[in-house]
């Protein structure tokens, strides 16, 4: 995948916005931002969700269960992959390890890397998409009372 410095990126997008485009990106290019160590902020994030919303159920992160950001060829926002998955995708002496991958586009996005994770996080718990979606969303719908979604959505 090729990934674009800052410079070349805002290059190649100046290159190819309409003047009304341009107007506003600059207008948001001069705000000062607040970019994450994610290296830092992505396990704090972890830990803080899985104390504040999930009991500290969750496993603590690990060698063997990591949380972390992956480039993604797909507009999938995270995914998690568990022991059994992990172990089909194992091969040629790679080990594919247990935990959860956030989708690496989503870094200049922090909220939307918190709603991401909590999904992630909820599929750790053991509810899935397919037979589990009721129960899946039972749990959205009682984060979301409880407020795990304030200032999010
Ligand atoms: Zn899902």
Known sequence: MVVLGRINYRWYALCIMTEEQKYVY????????????????????????NASWFENALPPLSETFVCEFQDMPRESAGIYIGANHAKQLSRNGVTVRVGIRINSKLQCLKDHVKIALLHEMIHVRGFTHNAGEADFQAVIAALWKAGAYHKLL
């Open 26 to 49: 600059e207008w948001i290019d001069d705000l000062p931002t607040f970019v994450p160590d994610w290296s830092k902020e992505l396990p704090a994030m972890y830990q803080s969700l």
